[in-house]
C-alpha cells in the first residue's frame, strides 16, 4: 500500500513537472504563475505542462492506473479545487525570475487516518475469519472499499506553504523552470506525510542507528519481526508496581492482568512462529472490564511493553493469530468485562524482572513486570 501512495504521489509531482511546449503561455511571470495555480487547483495537467519550459508526452502515464489509484487521485482532485494561493513580489533578473507563491491547501490527515483505520481493521478480520493472507488484488479492493466509504467522514484540516517558483525565458516567452518538492504537498493534499505518520504511530519501520544499538543482542541477529523503540522514560510519573491479580483503573477501563509466560515458538492447528536464536516470545493473558458510563473502545496495541534498558516494544505483528482471546478497536459495553492475550517478541536477555507492561495516566505509572 505505501509503495502504490508513493508511486502515485511521484506520478502528481511528474505531471506537475513535466511540459509541452507546443502550447502557447502568458507574457509575465505572474501571469504564468497564476495561470499555472488555476490549473493545478483544476488538476488540468495539459494546462500546467503549458506553464512549463521544455517538453514532454505524459498522456501514457495514465493509461495504467488501477481502481485504487484512480479513487485517490479522484479524491486529490476534491481536495485540490480548495486550494488557495497569494502570490508576492516578483524578483526579475534578465532572463530569469522568481515568483514566491503562499498556498493554503488541504490537509487530508484525518481522511487518510479514517480510511487506514478501516482498511486495517477490515483486512485483519478477513485474515482472522479465513485463516490465509490475502493477494494484492483483495487486498486492493479492501483500501479501494475503505477510500469510498470513510473519506467523507471527517472534516480535514488545512495548511500553508511558502513557496518560490523559479521562472526561465524560453524562446521569448516565461516558462517555469522547476518546481519545489514541497508542492508534491500540496498537490496530494499532504497525503505522503499522513500515510507516513500513521505508520510511525502504529509501531512501522523503526530506523534505528548505530548509537541505538542493544548491546545484550547478538549483533548477527535478524530483527525482522522486532517492532521497537527506544524511549525517554517516564518523566515525574511515579512508578507502581502491580502484581498480578492486582487491577488497574486506566482509561475508563479496569485492567487485571492474570498471567505472563515465555514461549520460543507460538502455534496453532494451521501455522507455526519460532521465535530466532536470541530472541522469544513474551505473553500476557489479561481482562478488560468499562467502568464508565458509555460505550468504549480498546484495543491490544494501547498497551506497550517496556524493559530496563530502556526500550518500547509493540505486540508481536501476527499475535492475534494464536490468541483465543484478542482485543482490536472493540467496543465495550458499560460493566461489560472481556479477555485478551496480547504476545511481545524480545531478546533472550530481558528476564522477566526487567521488563514489564507500562500504563501512564499523568501521574503514576503502573508497571506490570513479567514475574
Known amino acids: 500500500m505505501k509503495k502504490t501512495l508513493s508511486l502515485l504521489l511521484a506520478l502528481a509531482l ?27 487547483k483544476a488538476y488540468d495537467f495539459d494546462a500546467m505542462n503549458a506553464c512549463m519550459a521544455g517538453s514532454a508526452d505524459t498522456s501514457a502515464l495514465l ?21 488557495s494561493y497569494t502570490l508576492g ?26 480510511v487506514l483505520d478501516a482498511y486495517m481493521e477490515d483486512l485483519i478480520s478477513a485474515v482472522w475469519e479465513t485463516g490465509e493472507d490475502l493477494s494484492e488484488d483483495e487486498a486492493l479492493a ?14 480535514n484540516g488545512r495548511l500553508t506553504a511558502n513557496i518560490s517558483v523559479p521562472l526561465v525565458q524560453d524562446g521569448g516567452k516565461w516558462a517555469i523552470s522547476g518546481l519545489p518538492e514541497e508542492l508534491a504537498s500540496v498537490i496530494s493534499a499532504n497525503m505522503e506525510t499522513a500515510v507516513n505518520g ?46 498480578f491479580g492486582r487491577s488497574i483503573d486506566w482509561e475508563g477501563f479496569r485492567l487485571t ?39 468504549l473502545n480498546f484495543s491490544n496495541d494501547m498497551l506497550y511493553l517496556y524493559d530496563d534498558y530502556g526500550f518500547r516494544y509493540y505486540e508481536f505483528y501476527d499475535d492475534y493469530l494464536f490468541c483465543e482471546d484478542y482485543l482490536w478497536y472493540t467496543d ?15 531478546p533472550v536477555t530481558a528476564d522477566p524482572d526487567m521488563y514489564f507492561i507500562g500504563l501512564e495516566d499523568g501521574e503514576h505509572v503502573y508497571e506490570v513486570y513479567g514475574e
Do not use: H
Request: glycine fraction near 6%; hydrophobic fraction near 35%; include cysteine.
Open 89 to 114: 513580489e516578483p524578483a526579475v533578473s534578465g532572463d530569469t525570475a522568481t515568483v514566491p507563491v503562499t498556498f493554503d491547501y488541504v490537509d487530508c490527515t484525518n481522511a487518510m487516518t479514517a
Open 198 to 243: 500513521y505508520m510511525e504511530a502504529d509501531g512501522g519501520d523503526w530506523d534505528l542507528g548505530e548509537e541505538e544499538a542493544y548491546e545484550p543482542w547478538d549483533s548477527e541477529w535478524s530483527d525482522d519481526w522486532l517492532e521497537y523503540e527506544q524511549y525517554d522514560g517516564f518523566g515525574d510519573q511515579e512508578p507502581i508496581t502491580v502484581k
Open 257 to 295: 492482568f492474570t498471567d505472563c509466560r515465555e514461549s520460543d515458538v507460538l502455534e496453532n492447528s494451521e501455522a507455526e512462529y519460532r521465535a530466532e536464536e536470541g530472541a522469544k516470545f513474551v505473553i500476557y493473558d489479561f481482562t478488560v472490564e468499562n467502568i464508565s458510563n458509555e460505550t
Open 332 to 346: 465495550i459495553e458499560p460493566g461489560e468485562t472481556a479477555k485478551s492475550t496480547i504476545v511481545y517478541y524480545i
Open 14 to 40: 511528474c505531471f506537475s513537472l513535466a511540459a509541452c511546449g507546443s502550447k502557447s503561455s502568458p507574457a509575465g511571470p505572474e501571469d504564468v504563475v497564476t495561470t499555472f495555480c488555476e490549473a493545478l
Open 63 to 83: 493509461a495504467d492506473y488501477s481502481d485504487l489509484e484512480l479513487a485517490l487521485l479522484d479524491r486529490m482532485k476534491e481536495c485540490a479545487a480548495q486550494i
Open 142 to 155: 479492501f483500501f479501494k472499499n475503505a477510500v469510498e466509504d470513510e473519506w467523507g467522514s471527517v472534516t
